[in-house]
């Protein structure tokens, strides 16, 4: 698994409410045509004792641009990054990838995962 920049956290002074981010200009690299995949990345949280720091989620989302990845993966790999970063009440992520070929594709991971 490539390694990305570190997404680093500070502490929450407050109690149960939401956070809700948009990076509205994700890019990653199709890992079949190696043309890039455009999207919209929305991680929204319920803050435990830590919050994401923006600057730092800014350069990890950034890692992506060059790196060859399916859409699935990159939302799960998102979450999995996220959560181990900050230990959320609840945290999604939603992507919402720019059409290609004529198909629209969009992806949702939560934690926790549901149970089967």
């Known amino acids: 698994m490539t390694k990305l920049p570190r997404i680093e956290c500070f502490p929450s002074q407050y109690r149960n409410y939401e956070v809700n981010i948009s990076i509205p200009e994700f890019t990653s690299i199709c890992p079949k045509s190696g043309l890039p995949d ?3 990345i929305t991680i929204r949280y319920i803050p435990n004792r830590l919050c ?3 600057k730092s989620l800014k350069f990890y989302l950034l890692a992506y641009r060059n790196l060859g990845i399916f859409y699935e993966n990159a939302v799960n790999r998102i979450l999995e990054d996220a959560v181990g970063a900050c230990r959320p009440k609840w945290l999604e992520v939603r ?3 720019n059409p290609r070929g004529g198909i629209k594709t969009e992806v949702t991971a939560k934690y926790p995962r549901p149970k089967r």
């Open 95 to 97: 992507g919402e990838f």
């Open 52 to 54: 994401l720091e923006l």
């Open 38 to 40: 455009f999207g919209t």
